[in-house]
């Protein structure tokens, strides 16, 4: 069984999606750590709900994001933890945790990369007037959601949709896409280059 952490930085439902398929057993996997940084986030109370435990930070309180980051490998080798899963992390992962963990880091973002990365994917794929959008599925490296892609799912965009409307159907694919990508990842020990394929 891997251990995990998933970090977030909002709501939380991916990683409620991620926690009860480890739970239910869909994912050979069990969340060790939530790592939050914004204090007062929906997921703290999440975690807390499924007795998972949580580290809360506040970026500003520490000098650099090195100072942070260590802080942080430092809680991640104490739970043995194998893969880090990121679930609505707002912030750049920086070398002293990317070095610790190659290839073993994934994000979901919303939209089909390498069209819309950063924030607010689903409000810039609306504005753009996109027919397809959808969710991707990728390994994470020092850039803003550049990382080798692991899977994509489409999601049309339908006449009379909302930022609203189209976020909701997006939200249901990640949380199915998501677990199923993590399911295949922890129980092949794939490497990336086999899932690349």
């Not at 069984?1 to 050979?28: H, L, P, Y």
């Not at 430092?74 to 609505?88: H, N, R, T, Y």
């Amino acid at each position: 069984m891997r251990k995990i952490a998933v970090f977030a930085s909002g709501s939380g439902t991916n990683f409620q999606a991620i926690a009860d398929a480890a739970k239910n057993g869909e994912i050979d996997a069990s969340v060790e750590l939530m790592v939050c940084d914004r204090e007062g986030a929906k997921v703290i109370k999440r975690a807390a709900k499924e007795n998972i435990p949580a580290f809360v930070f506040n970026p500003k309180a520490y000098p650099d994001k090195q100072a942070y980051e260590q802080e942080i490998l430092v809680l991640l080798q104490k739970k043995e933890i194998e893969w880090i899963v990121l679930a609505g992390y707002m912030r750049l992962i920086g070398s002293v945790i990317l070095d610790a963990y190659p290839q073993k880091i994934v994000n979901i973002h919303p939209s089909l990369l390498p069209a819309f990365p950063g924030k607010d994917a689903i409000g810039q794929a609306f504005a753009a007037g996109v027919k397809v959008t959808g969710v991707t599925v990728h390994y994470v490296d020092e850039g803003m959601d550049t990382g080798p892609i692991i899977a994509q799912a489409a999601v049309p965009v339908l006449d009379g949709d909302t930022p609203e409307t189209l976020a909701a159907r997006i939200h249901e694919t990640e949380h199915v896409l998501y677990p199923n990508v993590l399911k295949k990842l922890f129980a092949q020990q794939t490497s990336m280059e086999v899932l690349l394929e």
